[in-house]
C-alpha cells in the first residue's frame, strides 16, 4: 500500500472524526427525561402489565375484518 494512498485514509477518517465530534449533542439526563416522558405518553402494547389491557379499536396489530369472515389471504 502506497504511503499516498494510506494519508488519503487517514484525512478521511480524521474527517469522519471531526464530523461527529461537531455533532450537537444533549446530557444524559436530558436524554433521560426524554425518554421517560415518550414511555410515559405512548402506551407500548408488549407491555401489558403497566398499561393494561387494550381496547380493539386502539390495537395497532388487530387486523380489522372489512366485511366477510376476516380471513386473508397471503
Same mark, same amino acid.
Given at each position: 500500500?502506497?504511503? %499516498?494512498?494510506?494519508? +488519503?485514509? +487517514?484525512?478521511?477518517?480524521?474527517?469522519?472524526?471531526? %464530523? =461527529? &465530534? %461537531?455533532? %450537537?449533542?444533549?446530557?444524559? !439526563? +436530558?436524554? !433521560? !427525561?426524554?425518554?421517560?416522558?415518550? /414511555?410515559? !405518553?405512548? *402506551? $407500548?402494547? &408488549?407491555?401489558?402489565?403497566?398499561? #393494561?389491557?387494550?381496547? *380493539? =379499536?386502539? $390495537?395497532? &396489530?388487530?387486523? +380489522?375484518? *372489512? #366485511? #366477510? /369472515?376476516? /380471513?386473508?389471504?397471503?
Amino acid at each position: 500500500m502506497s504511503t %499516498e494512498v494510506r494519508l +488519503q485514509r +487517514q484525512l478521511e477518517h480524521n474527517k469522519r472524526l471531526r %464530523e =461527529q &465530534f %461537531e455533532r %450537537e449533542r444533549i446530557s444524559v !439526563s +436530558q436524554a !433521560s !427525561s426524554s425518554l421517560i416522558q415518550y /414511555c410515559m !405518553s405512548n *402506551k $407500548d402494547v &408488549f407491555i401489558t402489565p403497566v398499561w #393494561g389491557e387494550l381496547e *380493539k =379499536q386502539d $390495537d395497532p &396489530f388487530l387486523v +380489522q375484518p *372489512k #366485511g #366477510g /369472515c376476516g /380471513c386473508s389471504v397471503m
